[in-house]
């Protein structure tokens, strides 16, 4: 079983989480969307939220950002509990949400500017995370003149730019096609080698799961709980080309379709 | 392929003046003149300023009622858009003076306003107003919702939101919204000069028809769809170099 | 909105409205603006009266001819047009002139030419209402699924039978949409021919009351008018809620 681990990465001590979520349930109406739900993000690493639609998975992903409340329970960031959107987390959103009337460079910087930092020293971030995410000469490019996979570059370039600590990703590549979006998750292994930060990452494609994440918590829906979280272990070294033939992958990939299989509709 | 579209319209132009022209030499009724007998007049009417004074006269209650309209009108809009309670209670009356026959109000703004240029500015703002209204509420209350969540998680204030999002992300259907105010406008315009009292070129019209000037009739009519449909196309190109982006959709396909 | 934790329905401000027109009224703050519950007793005494019955004969069949014809020519004109791509070049720049054109400046010319009867009311109504018309049809038409066509062929189904079990219904959505614009703008088109064509109908009966002053009255036409504006225009958009349940998934 992958969870039983000798890695030293994986003895993470229970206090080094850098997000928690405790007990935390959502009530829409009759719809009961969270229930008591509790989990852990180790600090510093990749967490997947998988499961198949109905399982609260975004929901839960927009109560830790902060942008939808908690009917009861807490979510803790280092700790202190959340109540709102903070310097702390930042998002990556599903469609993108890019400004279709600034250039890219602007709304890569609009993390800062609505910060208030000043209008040169902004933009010197912002150009170093386009460069960072491969658009570099694209700064004074419009969202229309870009392709999906380069929108969503600048809607990751904005998030990194703010510098928070939790990088929150609502199925960020699920509105690209199916070349971008291999490319991207290649990249993601990259980035949160680079990065020394706690990513959340919301899909419902359960290869993508076991590709990038150093830990993946699976949702039920009906009620929304946690049913198991998998920690794959053996190759997440291995180097972006040869983890999709890996046997350890291939196995985890089977038996999380197993269990989910019967909650497709 | 210019080409053809462009020799298509002119074709089509050709065939209506054509059919005019003869229309008028058949004629069809001694109160149709030929297409060339109206251009004549409008030829004479245009060199020897006639019409300059007459657009001077008519344009003025145009203008003044298009601005309070869009500055009024965008400013109600947008807090009916922000506010359901304002929204409860003022989006009934616009929907209401979208759909009615504002014309019938025009004995009565004639009795309060008398027949001055402030009746006139009144029927263009009636006319103008609620579809501005409807418009810039609707424009700000279907910001996507996506991008005011972005700049919520990004930490923006309200005002940030209102001014960096809901407003650029509203101005394209708001703009619209202008175009058709103005558009309502015009009618609102030409309406106040035939009923109220003839001014500008709604006296060319009524009096021309008096003395069965029939040519100078037509050609100050010609006149002005003619100048209402080049400034609203204006307007339409504008729009679209303002807003090319914003054409396509909001950047979520 | 929501007050005191029920949701209030969408057009209920007009009771507060109504309720401040009937303050309004009371404190006799303008001589314009007569008590609301005077209006609704004077509308309640004017209906049933043989002017105001006549005036709202001569006006429905004005409104309702200029309708008719504007239906009748404009949709199959439209779907002409956006069927054939030569007739759309031709004809789409002259609709788009007349949508957007101050179609009151052509009253004089119709009346010129066609005097000053009711026929020129209709003709004006049926001008305002059926450029939109015409120019919804095109876009239903330019919008059905080619998949749609291409079922329809490859089934083997005739023109006709294409068109009334096919494209008719999948258009049909963009059409009401029109005839609902367009039956607003006819209601425009009634009053505005028949306060500068030929006083009658409802037009006559505002001249009559605002020169005579009788403002109760006045306002009472007024509401009826746009109360069966309002009504038409509701009716419409039920029956285009009730094709478009299909409408979003056209696509």
């Given at each position: 079983m992958s969870q039983i681990k000798p890695d030293a990465r994986q003895a993470i001590p229970a206090t080094d989480s850098a997000v928690s979520v405790r007990n935390v349930s959502k009530v829409y109406g009759d719809v009961q969307a969270l229930k008591d739900l509790t989990l852990d993000f180790p600090r510093g690493e990749l967490t997947s939220l998988l499961g198949p639609s109905g399982c609260g998975k975004t929901t839960l992903l927009k109560i830790i950002a902060g942008l939808l409340p908690a009917t009861s329970g807490e979510v803790l960031i280092n700790g202190r509990a959340v109540t709102g959107p903070g310097p702390d987390r930042s998002f990556v959103f599903?469609?993108?949400?890019?400004?279709?009337?600034?250039?890219?460079?602007?709304?890569?910087?609009?993390?800062?500017?609505?910060?208030?930092?000043?209008?040169?020293?902004?933009?010197?971030?912002?150009?170093?995370?386009?460069?960072?995410?491969?658009?570099?000469?694209?700064?004074?490019?419009?969202p229309h003149q870009l392709s999906g996979g380069m929108r969503q570059r600048v809607g990751l370039a904005r998030a990194l730019s703010v510098k928070a600590e939790v990088l929150l990703l609502d199925e960020p590549f699920s509105a690209v096609d199916e070349q971008t979006r291999r490319k991207f998750q290649e990249d993601m292994l990259e980035l949160v080698q680079n990065e020394k930060k706690t990513f959340i990452f919301v899909t419902h494609s359960i290869e993508e799961a076991v590709y990038v994440s150093d830990q993946i918590a699976i949702l039920l829906p009906r009620p929304s709980r946690v049913s198991e979280i998998i920690r794959p272990a053996s190759f997440r070294d291995k180097g972006v080309a040869n983890i999709r033939r890996d046997p350890e992958y291939l196995d985890i990939v089977d038996r999380i379709w197993a269990s989910l299989r019967n909650y497709v509709e | 392929m210019i080409n053809r579209s462009l020799m298509l319209k002119l074709l089509s132009g050709l065939i209506v003046f054509g059919a005019w022209e003869i229309a008028g030499r058949v004629p069809i009724s001694y109160a149709f003149p030929t297409f060339l007998e109206s251009m004549a007049a409008l030829a004479r009417m245009t060199f020897d300023g006639t019409i300059f004074v007459a657009y001077g006269e008519t344009l003025?209650?145009?203008?003044?009622?298009?601005?309070?309209?869009?500055?009024?009108?965008?400013?109600?809009?947008?807090?009916?858009?922000?506010?359901?309670?304002?929204?409860?209670?003022?989006?009934?009356?616009?929907?209401?003076?979208?759909?009615?026959?504002?014309?019938?109000?025009?004995?009565?703004?004639?009795?309060?306003?008398?027949?001055?240029?402030?009746?006139?500015?009144?029927?263009?703002?009636?006319?103008?107003?609620?579809?501005?209204?409807?418009?810039?509420?609707?424009?700000?209350?279907?910001?996507?919702?996506?991008?005011?969540?972005?700049?919520?998680?990004?930490?923006?204030?309200?005002?940030?939101?209102?001014?960096?999002?809901?407003?650029?992300?509203?101005?394209?259907?708001?703009?619209?919204?202008?175009r058709l105010g103005v558009s309502a406008g015009f009618i609102g315009a030409i309406l106040s000069e035939l009923k109220i009292t003839p001014t500008g070129v709604g006296d060319i019209i009524t009096y021309s028809r008096s003395i069965a000037d029939y040519p100078s009739m037509y050609a100050a009519i010609f006149s002005i769809i003619l100048l209402a449909v080049l400034f609203l196309n204006l307007l339409e190109k504008l729009e679209n170099i303002l807003f090319e982006g914003n054409n396509r959709g909001y950047v979520s396909d | 909105m929501i007050l005191f934790g029920y949701k209030l329905p969408a057009l209920s401000s007009l009771i507060l409205w109504a309720l401040l027109w009937e303050v309004v009224g009371r404190l006799e703050l303008t001589f314009f603006v007569p008590p609301f519950s005077e209006v609704v007793t004077t509308l309640i005494a004017l209906i049933p009266t043989p002017a105001f019955l006549s005036a709202l004969g001569i006006t429905a069949a004005a409104f309702g001819a200029g309708v008719f014809f504007a239906i009748v020519i404009g949709i199959p004109v439209g779907i002409l047009m956006g069927k054939s791509r030569v007739l759309d070049e031709l004809l789409l720049p002259w609709v788009n002139i007349f949508l957007s054109a101050p179609l009151t400046a052509l009253v004089p010319v119709l009346m010129v030419l066609f005097g000053f009867g009711t026929r020129t009311v209709i003709i004006t109504t049926t001008l305002f209402a059926i450029w939109i018309i015409i120019l919804n049809a095109r876009a239903g038409v330019k919008q059905i699924n080619r998949s749609l066509v291409e079922m329809a062929r490859s089934f083997g189904a005739s023109p006709l039978d294409a068109f009334f079990k096919v494209y008719f219904w999948a258009a049909l959505p963009e059409i009401l949409g029109g005839v609902r614009i367009g039956v607003i703008r006819a209601v425009k088109g009634v009053i505005i021919g028949q306060l500068l064509i030929s006083i009658v109908g409802f037009g006559a009966l505002f001249e009559l009351y605002s020169s005579k002053f009788l403002m109760a009255e006045f306002w009472a036409v007024l509401i009826v008018l746009f109360g069966l504006a309002f009504a038409l225009s509701e009716f419409l958009a039920y029956l285009e809620r009730k094709v478009s349940y299909y409408a979003s998934s056209r696509g």
């Open positions: 599903q469609d993108f949400a890019l400004m279709p009337w600034a250039t890219v460079l602007r709304n890569v910087a609009f993390g800062l500017e609505l910060r208030g930092v000043a209008k040169s020293e902004r933009e010197a971030v912002a150009e170093k995370y386009i460069a960072a995410v491969g658009l570099a000469g694209f700064e004074q490019k419009y | 003025r209650p145009l203008v003044v009622g298009v601005a309070i309209s869009a500055v009024f009108g965008i400013g109600i809009g947008l807090w009916i858009g922000l506010s359901k309670q304002f929204e409860w209670l003022f989006s009934p009356i616009f929907i209401v003076m979208q759909a009615a026959p504002l014309a019938a109000l025009i004995p009565i703004l004639v009795m309060i306003y008398g027949i001055g240029l402030t009746s006139k500015v009144f029927v263009v703002c009636i006319m103008a107003m609620p579809v501005i209204v409807l418009n810039t509420a609707s424009a700000v209350r279907n910001t996507p919702v996506s991008l005011k969540e972005m700049a919520t998680s990004f930490l923006a204030a309200d005002r940030d939101v209102l001014l960096k999002i809901i407003l650029p992300a509203a101005s394209p259907v708001i703009f619209s919204g202008l | -």
